[in-house]
C-alpha cells in the first residue's frame, strides 16, 4: 500500500497510457468497422448498399462504383429515401473512414441495424488495388 501512495502519479501515467493504447480498437469496435475485404464479401454476397457520405467534389473525383453520394450533413434527411430497408445491409465510406464512423451512429439512430463503416475508406480502398469510378 505504501509503494501505491508513494507512487501515485507513476500509476496515473500507466494507467492513462494503458487507456490510450486501447481507445482506438475500442472505438473502432463501437462504430462496427469493416476492413476492405469484408467490405467487398458484404457487398457481393449480401448485396450490401454502399453510401458514400463525402462531399459531392470529393465523390467525383473518385468513388466505390454503385456507391450512393449522400453527404453526411444531409444523411439524416436523405437516407431514408436512398435505403428503405433498414435492415439492408449498408457500408458507409468516406475518405479516411472518420466521417463514415459518425454515419455509422447516425444510420443506427435512424433504425439502420446493419450500418458498417469501411476502416481506412478511400484510401484504403486505394490501397488495395480495387477499382474507382470517377465522375
Not at 43 to 69: S, Y
Amino acid at each position: 500500500m505504501k509503494f501505491v501512495l508513494d507512487n501515485w502519479m507513476l500509476i496515473a501515467v500507466v494507467l492513462t497510457s494503458g487507456a490510450m493504447l486501447f481507445w482506438p480498437m475500442i472505438n473502432a469496435a463501437g462504430a462496427g468497422s469493416l476492413s476492405v475485404d469484408l467490405a467487398v464479401q458484404r457487398m457481393n454476397r449480401d448485396k450490401a448498399v454502399v453510401i458514400d457520405v463525402c462531399e459531392p467534389k470529393e465523390f467525383a473525383q473518385a468513388h466505390i462504383a454503385g456507391a450512393k453520394n449522400i453527404p453526411l450533413s444531409e444523411l439524416a434527411a436523405k437516407l431514408p429515401g436512398a435505403v428503405k430497408n433498414k435492415e439492408q445491409s449498408l457500408i458507409l465510406v468516406c475518405q479516411s473512414g472518420s466521417r463514415s464512423r459518425s454515419a455509422v451512429a447516425m444510420a443506427k439512430k435512424l433504425g439502420y441495424t446493419q450500418a458498417e463503416s469501411m476502416a481506412g475508406g478511400m484510401g484504403a480502398w486505394r490501397s488495395a488495388n480495387l477499382p474507382i469510378r470517377k465522375a
